[in-house]
């Protein structure tokens, strides 16, 4: 225990379906990417036995002791994400103080001349901030210290800066932009496909292979900016801190030859070199395993390191995208992945396994 707070972990409990229950770890918000992956990578403690297992009872976590100036840790927070994590953090923290102070919505929006929807979705970080604004709501929050609104007030203007990203305005949907932002800012990212390899995990021209095919009349400039794209979320991967990264892959992916038998076996050998990544854990579903949790389609889980950020399910869709972070829709799309990381073959096994399908291209 440290700070007089103790934060309690939870295991799921899952049926194999051989008369046998495993308990799979899910790990509390303040604990650290590597801790979560290092309880689950190998083969030994991926899955665990409930009875006699510690994993299979409450453990306690503790969490750091609270800061006396959130407005700091706020600042002092990494600019990873550009614009979106800012405005999210930045929205967390006026929606704290308006309800200390008992506040409703419908107040705060006729402080700054604007709608209760208006605060909303300031709060919720979906749109940018003006600095007039913030510092009419600061005032109407009771927070007149200069030292104090200084803080808040940098960070609004920051958080109107433009991603990396933002010279591709015109070729990316703004719904996706937002997922730039929180990829760029997350410190896990839990992904399962069951059509194409990931975008972090794509080779150049398997890159190209998926956007002509989702963009077939797009020209090649357009279809090299997409794929440069691709390249510049997956540089992150490559240098010092780089986030944790758990795919789940299902058989098909590696299966389905896009791109052509060289394009293809290109990518599989690429895919073999990041499992041995220390950062990386990949998975494949194989046939065998037959129907399983996350028959309904893909999706990614991210978790930050800011305690501030809760985790966000990212569900992509063909015109547009949802973003999904209330506790039982993550809890949900949690135990999934959970499911699938038991169904799968185990991470030791996955170069074995995609070595065995370039010998059958």
């Given at each position: 225990?440290?700070?007089?707070?103790?934060?309690?972990?939870?295991?799921?409990?899952?049926?194999?379906?051989?008369?046998?229950?495993?308990?799979f770890?899910?790990?509390?918000?303040?604990?650290?990417?590597?801790?979560?992956i290092?309880?689950?990578r190998?083969?030994?403690?991926?899955?665990?036995?409930?009875?006699?297992?510690?994993?299979s009872?409450?453990?306690?976590v503790?969490?750091?002791?609270?800061?006396?100036?959130?407005?700091?840790?706020?600042?002092?927070y990494?600019?990873?994400?550009?614009?979106?994590?800012?405005?999210?953090?930045?929205?967390?923290?006026?929606?704290?103080?308006?309800?200390?102070?008992?506040?409703?919505?419908?107040?705060?929006?006729?402080?700054?001349?604007?709608?209760?929807?208006?605060?909303?979705?300031?709060?919720?970080?979906?749109?940018?901030?003006?600095?007039?604004?913030?510092?009419?709501?600061?005032?109407?929050?009771?927070?007149?210290?200069?030292?104090e609104?200084?803080?808040?007030?940098?960070?609004a203007?920051?958080?109107?800066?433009?991603?990396?990203?933002?010279?591709?305005?015109?070729?990316?949907?703004?719904?996706?932009?937002?997922?730039?932002?929180?990829?760029?800012?997350?410190?896990?990212?839990?992904?399962?496909?069951?059509?194409?390899?990931?975008?972090?995990?794509?080779?150049?021209?398997?890159?190209?292979?998926?956007?002509?095919?989702?963009?077939?009349?797009?020209?090649?400039?357009?279809?090299?900016?997409?794929?440069?794209?691709r390249?510049?979320?997956?540089e992150?991967?490559?240098?010092p801190?780089?986030?944790?990264?758990?795919?789940?892959?299902?058989?098909?992916?590696?299966?389905?030859?896009?791109?052509?038998?060289q394009?293809m076996?290109?990518?599989?050998e690429?895919?073999?070199?990041?499992?041995?990544?220390?950062?990386?854990t990949?998975?494949?579903?194989?046939?065998?395993?037959?129907?399983h949790?996350a028959?309904?389609?893909?999706?990614?889980?991210?978790?930050?390191?800011e305690?501030?950020?809760?985790d966000?399910?990212?569900?992509?869709q063909?015109?547009?995208?949802?973003?999904?972070?209330?506790?039982t829709d993550?809890?949900?799309?949690?135990?999934?992945?959970?499911?699938?990381c038991?169904?799968?073959?185990?991470?030791d096994?996955?170069?074995?396994?995609?070595?065995?399908?370039l010998?059958?291209?």
């Amino acid at each position: 225990m440290t700070g007089g707070t103790t934060v309690r972990s939870r295991t799921a409990t899952v049926s194999t379906g051989h008369g046998l229950e495993y308990a799979f770890f899910i790990p509390p918000k303040n604990m650290s990417a590597s801790s979560n992956i290092g309880r689950c990578r190998s083969a030994s403690v991926q899955t665990r036995r409930l009875a006699g297992d510690p994993l299979s009872q409450d453990s306690a976590v503790p969490t750091p002791p609270a800061e006396d100036d959130p407005a700091g840790r706020l600042i002092d927070y990494p600019r990873r994400g550009g614009p979106t994590v800012l405005r999210i953090l930045l929205g967390a923290q006026l929606r704290r103080l308006r309800e200390e102070r008992g506040i409703s919505t419908e107040q705060a929006g006729y402080e700054i001349r604007g709608s209760h929807s208006k605060i909303s979705r300031m709060e919720l970080g979906r749109v940018g901030f003006k600095e007039r604004d913030v510092a009419d709501l600061l005032t109407l929050y009771g927070v007149t210290d200069p030292a104090e609104r200084a803080p808040l007030l940098r960070l609004a203007k920051e958080a109107n800066n433009p991603g990396w990203w933002h010279q591709y305005g015109d070729i990316l949907p703004s719904w996706f932009e937002v997922y730039l932002g929180l990829e760029e800012a997350a410190s896990l990212l839990r992904t399962y496909e069951l059509q194409f390899v990931p975008g972090l995990m794509q080779t150049e021209d398997y890159a190209r292979a998926v956007v002509r095919l989702g963009y077939s009349d797009a020209s090649e400039e357009e279809v090299e900016r997409r794929v440069q794209i691709r390249t510049m979320r997956q540089e992150r991967f490559t240098s010092p801190g780089a986030p944790t990264l758990w795919a789940v892959l299902d058989e098909a992916v590696v299966r389905r030859p896009l791109g052509g038998r060289q394009v293809m076996r290109a990518q599989i050998e690429h895919l073999i070199e990041m499992s041995e990544l220390a950062h990386v854990t990949l998975q494949i579903v194989p046939f065998g395993a037959g129907g399983h949790a996350a028959a309904g389609g893909p999706f990614t889980i991210l978790r930050f390191a800011e305690p501030g950020l809760s985790d966000v399910v990212y569900l992509e869709q063909l015109t547009s995208a949802l973003y999904l972070d209330k506790p039982t829709d993550v809890d949900t799309y949690m135990r999934a992945m959970n499911n699938l990381c038991i169904t799968a073959a185990r991470p030791d096994d996955t170069a074995k396994f995609l070595n065995g399908v370039l010998k059958d291209l």
